[in-house]
T-cell receptor, first 113, second 116 residues
Framework: QQPVQSPQAVILREGEDAVINCSSS?????VHWYRQKHGEAPVFLMI?????EQKGHDKISASFNEKKQQSSLYLTASQLSYSGTYFC??????????????FGQGTILTVHP | DSGVTQTPKHLITATGQRVTLRCSPR?????VYWYQQSLDQGLQFLIQ???????AKGNILERFSAQQFPDLHSELNLSSLELGDSALYFC???????????????FGPGTRLTVL
């Protein structure tokens, strides 16, 4: 089942902050965050694993609440280059579920000068 | 540049035809994943291969098939194409251990398929 992202769209001015949320109804092993610009490939930002391990960019932060199966991506002091569509991809535990990412519908982030 | 390469970049074909999309993973990556992205369905997992063997299947139609070769490149074959198959097809790769998850997936630039 597809995770639900909120908000659907965000408009910011440079320097402002934003939070994007991702919620799943299933128990998760990890949450992956990507940014995609129009017509381009999704770019890996961060992965949060069950148990608290994180891997990703130093300038981007995120959290994963295992009890609620929710993750949030924090974008601070936004820059024009942050514009794009942000996707969370959720990974469940066990066997053939590993590696199989189910993506949310995306959050469109627009940063204006 | 993720290090994952895909060819061709664009493909235009007619309904009923068959096409092959090619993907070369990053050096050292053993796992290859195929995803389809369309406006109505979003980004959807199709299939995963690990070191030449199929590992997981998602929403992949029976008209679609894939394989991973000994040199680890992968091909996605789409046959009896329909208008609704028009989409962006992405390949991703990771250094995936057979028995674990939580591995970063790096996406290639994609192949844009247009079925007329």
């Amino acid at each position: 089942q597809q995770p639900v992202q909120s908000p659907q769209a965000v408009i910011l001015r440079e320097g402002e902050d934003a939070v994007i949320n991702c919620s799943s109804s299933k128990a998760l092993y990890s949450v992956h965050w990507y940014r995609q610009k129009h017509g381009e490939a999704p770019v890996f930002l961060m992965i949060l694993l069950k148990g608290g391990e994180q891997k990703g960019h130093d300038k981007i932060s995120a959290s994963f609440n295992e009890k609620k199966q929710q993750s949030s991506l924090y974008l601070t002091a936004s820059q024009l280059s942050y514009s794009g569509t942000y996707f969370c991809g959720t990974e469940r535990s066990g066997g053939t579920s590993y590696g199989k990412l189910t993506f949310g519908q995306g959050t469109i982030l627009t940063v204006h000068p | 540049d993720s290090g994952v390469t895909q060819t061709p970049k664009h493909l235009i074909t007619a309904t009923g035809q068959r096409v092959t999309l090619r993907c070369s993973p990053r050096s050292g990556d053993l796992s290859v994943y195929w995803y389809q992205q369309s406006l109505d369905q979003g980004l959807q997992f199709l299939i995963q291969y690990y070191n030449g063997e199929e590992r997981a299947k998602g929403n992949i139609l029976e008209r679609f098939s894939a394989q991973q070769f000994p040199d680890l490149h992968s091909e996605l074959n789409l046959s009896s194409l329909e208008l609704g198959d028009s989409a962006l097809y992405f390949c991703a790769s990771s250094v995936a251990a057979l028995a674990g998850g939580g591995n970063e997936q790096f996406f290639g630039p994609g192949t844009r398929l247009t079925v007329l």
